[in-house]
């Protein structure tokens, strides 16, 4: 069994950044891929990145590319989301999900989720 939960969410203005936590409980946190997820107002949720077990590998959605990027410290059994350059269409709120073994861009494919954390970026 696994808990998640996302801090790190606010107001920042388009240009800034913010960096969103995923502490999980668990003693076998690190056998486990961690995704983002987010989920705008009147939208479906989407894929924003997911990083491997150990954290050697990620994957971004193609439009937070460049911009985002994930990281975990498997000792404090937490993942990152570091957000630049945001912009109003990054408004949602992000949810990080977890789940045994190879991660990836489905959310049904994850087993624990997180309670989200509003992100909001004015123009």
């Known amino acids: 069994q696994v808990q998640l939960v996302e801090s790190g969410g606010g107001l920042v203005q388009a240009g800034g950044s913010l960096r969103l936590s995923c502490a999980a409980s668990?003693?076998?946190?690190?056998?486990?891929?961690v995704g983002w997820f987010r989920q705008a107002p009147g939208k479906e949720r989407e894929f924003v990145a997911v990083?491997?077990?150990?954290?050697?590998?990620?994957y971004y959605a193609d439009s937070v590319k460049g911009r985002f990027t994930v990281s975990r410290d498997n000792a404090k059994n937490t993942v990152y989301l570091q957000m630049n350059s945001l912009k109003p269409e990054d408004t949602a709120v992000y949810y990080c999900?977890?789940?045994?073994?190879?991660?990836?861009?489905?959310?049904?494919?994850?087993?624990?989720w997180g309670q989200g954390t509003q992100v909001t970026v004015s123009s």
């Open positions: 999900a977890a789940r045994p073994g190879v991660g990836g861009s489905f959310g049904s494919a994850y087993d624990y």
């Open positions: 668990g003693r076998t946190f690190s056998t486990y891929a």
């Open positions: 990083i491997s077990q150990s954290g050697i590998s990620q």
